[in-house]
């Protein structure tokens, strides 16, 4: 144990909590994809979809989480209030990226991931996040001031494979930079408008949830993201890519708060991206009318 890097420091207990939760929700989807399990749909109050599979993972993944520790789970309505009330607590996605698994339930490799996503705060601040991505069958974790590391699990065995240290190559100009972005409605589309009007950006796409979108940011395939929306579960997973050592920017359009400098709220406002193209973003954000 003293060898892993992710389990030899003051974290290490609530990394091998949060790792054994995802890797079990982790493993069922994973069986669940391959002995083509009947996937049963249904709209939330919300809009969004929750699926039989969806709830299992979280019951899953809850039943590794201490009892008594305060939890935010997705499909938990009434848990959803802790964020304002808590200031330690665990953070439940237990299938981030829901439409794609419906969509690509089965198939494996590729670019799209999904798969449970679990983090923890410590008085206010993201400490830990564990993310499985069933059809990569890879394990990202990352630790504050420890780095995130990706890893291929042995399920029949019951290990977390070897880690290996992500650092993603740099990028200093925003036009060769990929950039992941979600459609909503709180700005996201005019900002990519007015960067492609200005000619500089020219990829721009999104493969799966937005925990997929931090791990692909992680591993360098892209370097920017744009999601005005995130909520408190899938938020945990902006520890992946800054712990990369991408920049995560807050409330882009107004305040522009740091990563260490935000208290988790009911929705997210945020910009990721490699530090050198950070200036070149913003300059060009801050013409927009």
Sequence with gaps: MHNDPLLSHSYGSIVQTVEAAVLDAGRYLDEASRSGVALEVSVKSDHTLVMNVDVESQRRVLSNLPAGHPVVAEEDESSHGIIDSAASYFLVDPLDGTTSCKRFFGQRGGHVGYGPLVGYVHEGELTVASFFSVPHGRLLTAVKGHGTYISTPDFSAGRVGVRERLSPPSCTALVRAGVLFFVGHLGETRVMQHLKNHNAIENMYRFGGFANDCAR????????????????????????AAEAGLEVWLDPLGRRVPLNEWRIESNNPLMIMHPGIRDEAFALIDTMS
């Design 217 to 240: 940011l992680a591993q360098g395939f892209e370097q920017m993201s744009v999601q005005f929306s995130a909520k408190p579960w899938d938020f945990s997973a902006v520890l992946l």
